[in-house]
């Protein structure tokens, strides 16, 4: 699935509704733990290190424990022993 938030709900591109708006990592981060309670392996991609924590982290709080700690961010950087992990 990919998400677009800045499209309209009719699937066209323009501006979102302000009074709809949320941030993007937000949205990202409902999405991905519906997508995690749902049993589905999921890939959230983000711009930045800090977002891709950001989101993991708003991830593991909308899911049950057991769930919360199957989430992990990565980052390029990691040593081999910190990737396999």
């Known amino acids: 699935m990919l998400w677009d938030p ?3 709900e009719d699937g066209s591109e ?3 509704d302000p009074a ?6 937000r949205d990202a981060a409902e999405v991905s733990a ?14 930045s290190r800090k977002g891709a924590e950001i989101i993991a982290a708003d991830v593991q709080r909308r899911l049950p424990k057991r769930l919360a ?3 992990r961010s ?3 950087g990691y040593l081999a022993a910190e990737r396999r992990e």
């Open 20 to 25: 709809r708006s949320v941030s993007s990592a």
């Open 34 to 47: 519906a997508l995690v309670r749902a049993g589905l392996r999921t890939i959230t991609f983000s711009r």
């Open 74 to 76: 990565y980052r390029g």
């Open 6 to 8: 800045s499209a309209t």
């Open 69 to 71: 700690s199957t989430v």
């Open 14 to 16: 323009g501006d979102p």
